[in-house]
């Protein structure tokens, strides 16, 4: 039983770690220019992160405020690296995408196949892209009965 669970955590690892490391890239190209490392390290009261739910809305917030065009997909990979570098809540072995999605909704090979998708369709058909792939992940949820948490800043037309 014990290998079976070790087994288990030692697979999700490298999922997580792609994650963070997608993460670090876009919070070094995208946000790196104003934060610094310091803005992290505040003491626990001065800090308005004070969970990991707290850290996904405060990510998507900072990222509407800035306009730049993030997809869900990059606020949780900021969220994960953000977490695993400076906050470090819940460090089990769930990905940024698990925390804002409530569930594992997608396999590997379906994110894989969205984002040819999304690269495919072109400026014009990404909205369309992407609107579908909403659809699908929360008629998804709703068979498995998972309520999907969105973070906050995110808004939906």
């Known amino acids: ?26 919070y070094e190209t995208q946000c790196g220019g104003c934060h610094y490392e310091r803005v992290h390290q505040r003491a626990p009261g ?44 819940d460090q089990g072995p769930r990905s940024g995408r698990e925390l804002i999605y409530g569930a594992e909704l997608m396999s590997a090979a379906e994110r894989e196949q969205y984002r040819r998708d999304v690269a495919a369709a072109g400026e014009a058909g990404q909205s369309r892209v992407r609107a579908q792939h909403r659809q699908r992940i929360r008629a998804r949820a709703k068979d498995r009965g998972v309520e999907l948490s969105e973070p906050a800043g995110i808004v939906r037309k």
């Open 1 to 26: 039983m014990r290998v079976l669970v070790l087994a288990i955590a030692c697979a999700c690892l490298p999922a997580a770690a792609q994650d963070a490391g997608r993460g670090k890239l876009l």
């Open 46 to 89: 001065r800090s308005r992160v004070q969970t990991l739910a707290d850290l996904r809305d405060e990510v998507a917030r900072r990222a509407a405020q800035t306009g730049r065009p993030f997809t869900l997909d990059d606020l949780a990979d900021l969220a994960e690296y953000l977490n695993q570098t400076h906050y470090r809540f």
